[in-house]
């Protein structure tokens, strides 16, 4: 069976060329490895079409290079599947001249109500379920875990944009964020025709949204529960610091969570005179085919818009396939371990996704 891709609008150009720009090699990140349960999802395609009725003898699981048995295959014609979680994180750093106003991107927030949530929650057969993140400056805030609960999103995204307010004692839903291996921030430079001496246009007012995807990543996998994850991040993909969408896309593939990148060029403000700029954007929106999700630019995003893009992104879930095992511990020191999804039989089909690495 065929179901169209049905994911909109696609950021088409990524790989665009930069000059010598070439961006450095991605930075050890931590990233939390899922010992009792390993989980891969690919999407199989036809052309523009996705393959939905793939069984389980039409796949093969390849551990470093040799097949090796599965014990999870989840379908899209499976019977009551495994639970879907959207991890939503919103990039609200706060309001730079010119450049960007989250209250202004994120026009949603005021608008959205229960009755919405309860249609993106409400698929027939289907477990969809939604967590809520925000990150500003150097902090990533858990506004909702995951939840089937139509009433709490209205809430959850009324805190967006709200600041954060400091407790006497600690919070666990405030999670500081800290720089990968061999990154580190990046301050005030000097406009420069080539930019030379300013790595980012206005570095010193954005905040660490990469950062933020590393911890809400590594948040959601420490479940280790047998549910398939796609992160939504809403945000242009610049921060103020050297750390590049490559460390979260390798750490995405390590944990097997496919990214969606939303990109927010507010009023289409990162154009050409921002080569630097641009090209971190094009970089982030990379990460969609890097990880087995997709890409999409929006300028600003109301209600309608959001919702179209949750239905997306859950017509994308719904329609992927997830295979698992639970590792078999040997003893000893645990070691990484490259996975790989492969058809038994390609015949015009193709796979997008089903490739990470664990450590057991």
């Known amino acids: 069976m065929k179901r169209p891709r049905i994911f909109g609008p696609i950021l088409l150009a990524?790989?665009?060329?930069?000059g010598q720009q070439t961006p450095p090699e991605p930075a050890a990140v931590t990233f939390q490895s899922q010992t009792r349960l390993v989980l891969l999802s690919f999407h199989a395609t036809h052309g523009k079409d996705y393959i939905t009725d793939l069984k389980p003898a039409d796949v093969v699981l390849l551990e470093d290079g040799k097949p090796r048995d599965f014990t999870i295959f989840d379908s899209p014609a499976t019977q009551g599947r495994m639970?879907?979680?959207?991890?939503?994180?919103?990039?609200?750093?706060?309001?730079?001249?010119?450049f960007w106003d989250p209250a202004d991107v994120f026009r949603f927030i005021p608008k959205w109500d229960e009755?919405?949530?309860?249609?993106?929650?409400?698929?027939?057969?289907?477990?969809?379920?939604?967590?809520?993140?925000?990150?500003?400056?150097?902090?990533?805030?858990?506004?909702?875990?995951?939840?089937?609960?139509?009433?709490?999103?209205?809430?959850?995204?009324?805190?967006?944009?709200?600041?954060?307010?400091?407790?006497?004692?600690?919070?666990?839903?405030?999670?500081?964020?800290?720089l990968p291996v061999r990154r580190e921030s990046v301050g005030p430079?000097?406009?420069?025709?080539?930019?030379?001496?300013?790595?980012?246009?206005?570095?010193?007012?954005?905040?660490?949204?990469?950062?933020?995807?590393?911890?809400?990543?590594?948040?959601?996998?420490?479940?280790?529960?047998k549910v398939a994850r796609v992160l939504v991040m809403f945000s242009e993909g610049i921060g103020a610091t050297t750390t590049i969408p490559e460390d979260v896309g390798n750490g995405a593939l390590d944990l097997g969570i496919p990214i969606y990148p939303i990109v927010t060029n507010y009023k289409n403000h990162?154009?050409?005179?921002?080569?630097?700029?641009?090209?971190?954007?094009?970089?982030?929106?990379?990460?969609?085919?890097?990880?087995?999700?997709?890409?999409?630019?929006?300028?600003?995003?109301?209600?309608?818009?959001?919702?179209?893009?949750?239905?997306?992104?859950?017509?994308?879930g719904l329609s992927q396939y997830v295979v698992g095992f639970v590792?078999?511990?040997?003893?000893?020191?645990?070691?990484?371990?490259?996975?790989?999804?492969?058809?038994?039989?390609?015949?015009?089909?193709?796979?997008?996704?089903?490739?990470?690495?664990a450590t057991y």
């Open 14 to 18: 990524l790989g665009v060329a930069m």
């Open 83 to 98: 639970p879907l979680e959207l991890v939503l994180l919103f990039d609200a750093n706060p309001k730079i001249q010119y």
């Open 115 to 178: 009755a919405m949530s309860r249609a993106v929650l409400a698929k027939e057969s289907a477990d969809i379920r939604i967590s809520v993140y925000s990150c500003s400056g150097q902090t990533l805030r858990r506004l909702s875990p995951a939840t089937t609960d139509a009433r709490q999103l209205p809430d959850a995204f009324r805190r967006i944009l709200k600041p954060e307010f400091r407790k006497a004692a600690p919070d666990d839903n405030v999670i500081p964020l800290s």
């Open 189 to 225: 430079g000097v406009f420069t025709k080539d930019f030379v001496t300013s790595p980012f246009v206005s570095a010193e007012d954005r905040g660490w949204p990469m950062e933020a995807a590393i911890a809400a990543l590594n948040d959601v996998a420490a479940a280790q529960d």
């Open 270 to 316: 990162i154009q050409s005179s921002w080569p630097r700029n641009l090209f971190r954007m094009r970089q982030f929106a990379a990460l969609g085919k890097m990880t087995g999700g997709r890409a999409a630019e929006y300028t600003e995003i109301d209600a309608a818009a959001l919702r179209r893009i949750l239905e997306s992104v859950i017509g994308d």
């Open 327 to 357: 590792p078999q511990s040997e003893g000893g020191t645990p070691k990484e371990h490259k996975l790989e999804i492969r058809l038994v039989s390609t015949a015009g089909r193709a796979l997008e996704g089903g490739m990470r690495r």
